[in-house]
């Protein structure tokens, strides 16, 4: 069974986001990329499923700038076996990537799509449901446990309050969530054989072209900042406030 | 303009996520319909029914809608979109689940988790874990929307909207639901509380953490949360986290227990109306958020807060 | 703030300031382009920064548990991040591919050292030793003995030290007792103490393989009678796996002002079974080639305390709000303004930059002369042997005593905040106390320099580092950014060869005044080379400000580079000043009154 997984760069978790002055967008001249944390989880996943006898073939594929080879490297580090790029200096919408990653779909044919359940930059959290919609193919967002089989695959996701579980015929769409499982670092022997495997570097127009946006950013602000507030005495002296002056209570 | 909200609901219960998603809709026009999906949604129809401001309600059923599979949802919702300019729903995890659907099925793109509307076509939203707000104008005919529902008020009850059957769709018939395991708490839940009392690591074990946070989060029918510094040691199940990459809440009341305050943890809880700290560290960042801090070892500062509230009769 | 890997620093250094990609023909960097260093240093980052630096306070606090049958154990915690090093297979990255290594350049695996000394130095010794005996068997073994113990040592799988000390002998190893008699099969029977065994026992491998200086039964005495023998905890059956227990165990954990979770053991030999490794009476010259490694090891370890201390120091200063600006408030809307507004908190964060990202340099520079030690022309590898000999001590003992004084800034930035358990800053200090020590104390190695390595092969290497600064500043003459930093240069070597000079002829006349030099002369040696590598650097820097590139870092560069220049080269002028001073008034205090 070959599994596709879409990888994509993205600010690295640890870094605090800052807004340009000139409000149009998110400064990221200098600060580190990583791997999308949700990105790294369906690898490691593809990964485990892969060293379980149930994969055989594992495709990263990301969609981005020339760097975004650096993520693909990474999941090749932890174990993908090769990798595409669809190098674009465009930051593509959500349907765009969709219609992208469908495109790849139809010409690598895997029987499952694992993917983050959403970036932590646009924090959209819809390409997986959008790419099972373009494609026809039965979705599981959210994973948080995935059983495979050679025509099914079981899925329990999160959900409000609880665990829901689906039963998937494949070819299907499978998005991961935090729990899914605790991603591997990537050892150094991996890390040089990945070195090794190859990284087909392609355009948008081999998978057909990206069209126009749909949504134009007029501006990009920072939140109103919180200040901080009063230091009380004591218990008494915060209930009393929080019933009073905050009326929370 | 005519806008469609998707009600949240448990095939019982009608949420009030939708009370503030009708809002948001109101917001953009003064027809906006409901539409409850589900399975014997009969009672949950005549509950969208009363809200304020509802043209009209209409009902779906079929096996597959009644555990809201997505697949199901959307095969529902596009044919209707025919007849609407916009399709809201609450951002919970049904919400987020259908609604791209719908905007790749119509061509269109999806706009996520809104927090405010701005004009017909023009919505903000956060980014990076709330560290940004982007306002965005859609150049798409259909608009396709989740909203972040702590940011709008639930609009009112008093509303007799008539009530109409419509096509369930065509169901899921490559996904098939297979069990659910909902956690039965009496506590409210942690995305949808008015209050969350959350620890940190300063709590030192699990066996503290129960002994500290639960009662006081009991005491005030609070949803418990917890740093991920508390996850990451195990003194709390991951989904109790609350941060960048847990959960995100904005309650009305947020009570953050031996939490330093790191930013993924801030990014988590920032948009709560009113935010407490306790922290025997009178320089940890929490305090820079806090409305109301108090520097105190929480071993003492917990059981006197117990004892204030009792006195205050809470 | 937790400890954060300075992977642009890496990098800068690599690619920029040493441009590694120019030995590309080598085998070691070959295997590792730019990219793949940078990926390798990320992912090894993660795990020092993720793993290894929360446990750094658990192991400070909990330290290790002796039995009294001799077991230890380590932290908690430190079992667990054990086990990832190996599955990580970060062990294996500086060593030789025929025994399981990856081949690596070692001054990559010098980044890797640093941040997992910065994140967590008593954890990260017991790796850092076992490369240690890793490199005494791959110089100085039999086949059979590279064979049996080097892809497990490699791997990580078994654990190594090194035992030098014993209780009457430190320094001067003459003095040493343990004694090695020849059983039929041709192994030792071993037996002796040996004292202040980092590492001697522990829980974190399956095996322990001690490196065990001793004397042969009837061997002359002195240094000169001093063998080397391999004694593992448990003795390798016929495949290599770990069988009987061997007759070596631990006494004993000393009480320790730092490094809690570094197991510092007595061991006890009883006719322990140990190996010959080399020739008899020869151990004390393999000895020395791991404790040359081992001594880089040590100036790294200061260097890496320095970073991690000034990390939280500077995160402190931004934070904590105290006093006005004397120039007005910089923070009106807050109650007060950062510490970090005050000039004299300033001074204290740019003496630590200035210092740390030179000396990382010269460290690297250093190490990048070692991985030259294999080059294809005699003229390289000949300067790269020389250049390790000489900057050893130097950057052994000037990094260790720079790193321990900034970890005390640093906590005199924090405050009394810093001096509490609160923040990691006294845990750095009092860790970081030991590298002025242990591998030869600061004062041995300045006498090592002095004494050893300025006369080998008639000062030769010495020459060979004042000719090639001299060649770089006329190179650089035209070049009008970089004259402060030239200009700088030049004059910090004038001091310098005029301190040789007097050495030379002070030092041969009358010893006393060579080892009073000493240390001022090798203080005098490291500013010289650091002014070296703030030229470098900042010629690094403006190629890139040239090309356009726009980033502060670049540009702030120039500016440490320059506080380097005004605040901290004017010691040279000390230096020498005291070191010409002789050593008449130093020898004339009589003993009695001391």
Redesign the interface.
Known sequence: MKILVPVKRAIDSNVKARVKSDQTGVDLANVKMSMNPFCEIAVEEAVRLKEKGLAEEIVAVSIGPIQAQETIRTALAIGADRGILIQTDADPEPLEVAKLLKAVALAEAPRLILMGKQAIDGDNNAVGQMLSALLDWPQATFAYKIELSPQVVRVTREVDGGLQTLELDLPAVVTADLRLNEPRYASLPNIMKAKKKTIDVKTADDYGGAGAGHLKVLRVTEPARRTAGVKVENAADLVARLKTEAGVL | MAVLVVADHDNAQLKDNTHKTVTAALALTSDVDVLVAGAGVTDVAAQAARIAGVRKVLTAESEALGKQIAEALSGCVVPLMGGYDAVLAPATSVGKNFSPRVAALLDVAPISEIVEVVGADTFTRPIYAGNALETVQSSDAKRVITVRATAFKAAEEGGSAPVEAVDPGPGAPATRFVSEEILKSDRPELAAAKIVVSGGRAMGSAEEFHRVIEPLADRLGAAVGASRAAVDAGYAPNDYQVGQTGKVVAPQLYIAIGISGAIQHLAGMKDSKVIVAINKDADAPIFQVADYGLVADYKTAVPELMAALAAAGK | MTYQPP?REHLFLLRDVLAVDRYAELPAFA?APL??I???LG??G??CSE?LAPLNGVGDRQGCAWRSDGAVTTPAGFKEAYR?LV????P??GAAPAWGG?GLPSVVGLAFSEMSSSANMAFSMYPGLTHGAYSAILHGGSEAQKALYLPALVSGRWGGTMNLTEPQCGTDLGLLRTKAVPAADGSYRISGQKIWISGGEHDLTENIVHLVLARIEGAPAGTRGISLFIVPKFLPDADGAPGARNAVACAGLEEKMGIHGNATCVMAYDEATGWLVGEENRGLALMFVMMNEARLGVGLQGLAQGEAAYQAAAAFAR??LQGRSLTGPKNAEGPADPILVHPDVRRMLLDARAVLEAGRAFLFWTALHGDLADHPDEAVRQKAKDYMGLMTPVLKAYLTDRGFAICSDAMQICGG?GFTE?LPVSQYLRDSRIALIYEGANGVQALDLVGRKLAADGGRAVMSFFAEIDAFVDAQAANETLTPFTEALAAAKARLQEGTLWLMQNGLANPDNAGAASTDYLHLFALTALSYMWALIAKAANARIAAGET?P?FANKLVAGRYFIERILPDADARLAKLTSGSATLMAYPAEAF
């Open positions: 992977l295997e990219d793949v940078e990926q390798i992912e090894a993660r795990y793993v990832a599955e990580g297979g970060w294996a990255l990856q934070d904590r905040a609160h980033d870092f």
